[in-house]
T-cell receptor, first 111, second 116 residues
Framework: QKEVEQDPGPLSVPEGAIVSLNCTYSNSAFQYFMWYRQYSRKGPELLMYTYSSGNKEDGRFTAQVDKSSKYISLFIRDSQPSDSATYLC???????????FGRGTSLIVHP | GAVVSQHPSWVICKSGTSVKIECRSLDFQATTMFWYRQFPKQSLMLMATSNEGSKATYEQGVEKDKFLINHASLTLSTLTVTSAHPEDSSFYICSGSRREGPGELFFGEGSRLTVL
């Protein structure tokens, strides 16, 4: 079992839909959780950064962490074609500051 | 804030030559820098971690004599691919962390290397 599991997709949704992206993990020591957006042939861009459990909202993006279930989510409201990208989850903690990345989910928002 | 500049964004070189990629943190001091390699439709593969003024720590399977990493200052790290071969062709991305310890990483734009 990989330390971080993320469905590669692609996930295709119509414009305006609510998108749910998820990751599961096995290391209960993870405390820091991040979501990155990566456009084709570009470096990842940090979208959300959360510590421990709970929700965090930033504009159309909401990050949720459920440590009891070892499950994190990123919700995108009112999705736009410009949201089409690969979304990577990452997490760290437990004595290691080096983040572990999921393989990324490819999102396609069609007009 | 937290901008990382990486260049060149793409480079083509002949087999056997060396290529240097620069990574600069423009508005913060990167105590730690990470170098990643990414294959098409794959996730990021960590190559090495470097702290300013120290030797880089390489991940298992990464040849430290082939991929030379220098982190001479808190704002500059370089990756040199020595004696490049076609199998070294890939997308290389650097990232910086603002503090020692768990925290968000800020990535450069990436460098696409093609070795002929």
């Amino acid at each position: 079992q990989k330390e971080v599991e993320q469905d590669p997709g692609p996930l295709s949704v119509p414009e305006g839909a609510i998108v749910s992206l998820n990751c599961t993990y096995s290391n209960s020591a993870f405390q820091y959780f991040m979501w990155y957006r990566q456009y084709s042939r570009k470096g990842p861009e940090l979208l959300m950064y959360t510590y421990s459990s709970g929700n965090k909202e930033d504009g159309r993006f909401t990050a949720q962490v459920d440590k009891s279930s070892k499950y994190i989510s990123l919700f995108i409201r009112d999705s736009q074609p410009s949201d089409s990208a690969t979304y990577l989850c990452a997490m760290s903690g437990g004595g290691s500051y080096i983040p572990t990345f999921g393989r990324g989910t490819s999102l396609i928002v069609h007009p | 804030g937290a901008v990382v500049s990486q260049h060149p964004s793409w480079v083509i070189c002949k087999s056997g030559t060396s290529v240097k990629i620069e990574c600069r943190s423009l508005d913060f001091q990167a105590t730690t820098m990470f170098w990643y390699r990414q294959f098409p439709k794959q996730s990021l593969m960590l190559m090495a971690t470097s702290n300013e003024g120290s030797k880089a720590t390489y991940e298992q399977g990464v040849e430290k004599d082939k991929f030379l990493i220098n982190h001479a200052s808190l704002t500059l790290s370089t990756l040199t691919v020595t004696s490049a071969h076609p199998e070294d062709s890939s997308f290389y991305i650097c990232s910086g962390s603002r503090r020692e310890g768990p925290g968000e990483l800020f990535f450069g734009e990436g460098s696409r290397l093609t070795v002929l």
